[in-house]
């Protein structure tokens, strides 16, 4: 049973372009969330999908940030016009059940994205 | 929202050495997890712990859901134990909230 897959691992944009960050859950799982890692320090809430569905977008910029996961194919974090503060590490994390149930999740390995 | 605490936010020990990691959370949660971030940035999955204690090898964790606390517990530490651990918690409603991680290195 593969991990949670995130790619690319790596990613370079200039100012002002689009980054699409992909995210394919583990096998079972239809929970996928999306967190923000900036430099030296934690990990912040972004948004929170189920097939087809954003349940809680609370912790995404109101601009430029969307985010997807369609019945069939990964999940996507879209960010346009990127800005240097955009730079970060984005982590996905899915789960078979709603977090606030008491389940365990799990995280992909990351995108590094850095603005130049 | 709720508040994540940990403690200490630093740790420097000697290989061989015993340490505990605390994390304390503001409000009742359903959800508590244990994770280790390595030098590499890989976020690894330590315990699911609502409650209770866990023990994976040189590893241990409890969760005192009544007094909003959880412990990790890291016996004779490893060199490839460094990196920074944090706790994340999930009440109703929520989704995971992360504490600000304890930074822990390892010397040989």
């Known amino acids: 049973n593969a991990g949670v897959m995130q790619n690319p691992r790596h990613l370079v944009r200039r100012r002002g372009q689009e980054a699409r960050l992909r995210c394919s859950p583990m096998?079972?799982?239809?929970?996928v969330y999306w967190y923000r890692q900036l430099p030296e320090e934690g990990l912040k809430f972004m948004v929170y999908?189920?097939?087809?569905?954003?349940?809680?977008e609370s912790g995404m910029p109101k601009e430029r940030f969307s985010a997807e996961f369609p019945k069939e194919g990964p999940s996507i974090l879209r960010i346009q016009q990127v800005v240097r503060g955009d730079s970060a590490a984005y982590f996905c994390?899915?789960?078979?059940?709603?977090?606030?149930?008491?389940?365990?999740?799990?995280f992909g390995q990351g995108t590094r994205l850095t603005v130049v | 929202g709720i508040q994540v605490e940990q403690s200490p936010p630093d740790l420097i020990l000697q290989e061989g050495a015993n340490s505990t990691l605390r994390c304390n959370f503001s409000?009742?949660?359903?959800?508590l997890q244990w994770f280790h971030q390595n030098p590499w940035g890989q976020l690894i999955n330590l315990f699911y712990?609502?409650?209770g204690t866990k023990q994976n090898g040189r590893l241990s964790a409890t969760t005192v859901a009544t007094e909003r606390y959880s412990l990790l517990y890291i016996s004779s530490s490893q060199t490839t134990d460094s990196g920074v651990y944090f706790c994340?918690?999930?009440?109703?409603?929520?989704?995971?909230?992360f504490g600000p991680g304890t930074r822990l290195s390892v010397l040989p």
């Open positions: 409000d009742s949660v359903n959800n």
């Open positions: 096998k079972g799982h239809s929970h």
């Open positions: 994340a918690v999930a009440a109703y409603g929520q989704n995971f909230v």
């Open positions: 712990i609502p409650s």
């Open positions: 994390a899915s789960s078979p059940s709603p977090l606030e149930g008491g389940t365990e999740a799990f």
């Open positions: 999908l189920q097939k087809e569905n954003i349940i809680d």
